[in-house]
């Protein structure tokens, strides 16, 4: 029998949330230290890019061993909002904020996905 790969890339987009969970965090922490500069991670699906996620093949040779995550930590541009305030620091808040609402829908998404999927195993398995 296969592996199911849905398992595996619900936990690397998991662990990838947790790392830009962090980073907002730090950035909300930060908001008035001056000059802090507000960062965030790369895209997920930069990340997926790069890593790849090995698919089931009928030859050895056909896909490459999948590489670790990276999830790379970059400096953002400062919003046309706020841009850089007189301390130096480029943090909006409300920006952060609705970041911080963006992650959580994704792991609620995430998680709801794992769930869903994993009873439908399971109901596969008791019959």
Do not use: C, Y
């Not at 959580?104 to 709801?112: H, I, T, V, Y």
């Amino acid at each position: 029998m296969q592996p199911i790969q849905l398992f595996e890339l619900a936990s690397k987009q998991a662990e990838w949330l947790s790392v830009r969970q962090s980073v907002v965090a730090g950035n909300i922490a930060n908001a008035n230290t001056p000059g802090f500069r507000a960062k965030d991670v790369t895209p997920f699906q930069a990340v997926l890019e790069t890593t790849g996620i090995r698919m089931a093949a009928t030859q050895p040779g056909h896909f490459t061993d999948a590489n670790e995550m990276v999830s790379r930590v970059v400096e953002t541009k400062p919003s046309d909002e706020i841009g850089v305030q007189e301390s130096g620091n480029t943090v909006g808040l409300a920006e952060e904020l609705m970041k911080e609402g963006q992650v959580k829908r994704e792991f609620d998404l995430n998680a709801g996905l794992v769930k869903a999927f994993h009873r439908m195993m399971l109901m596969t398995v008791r019959r």
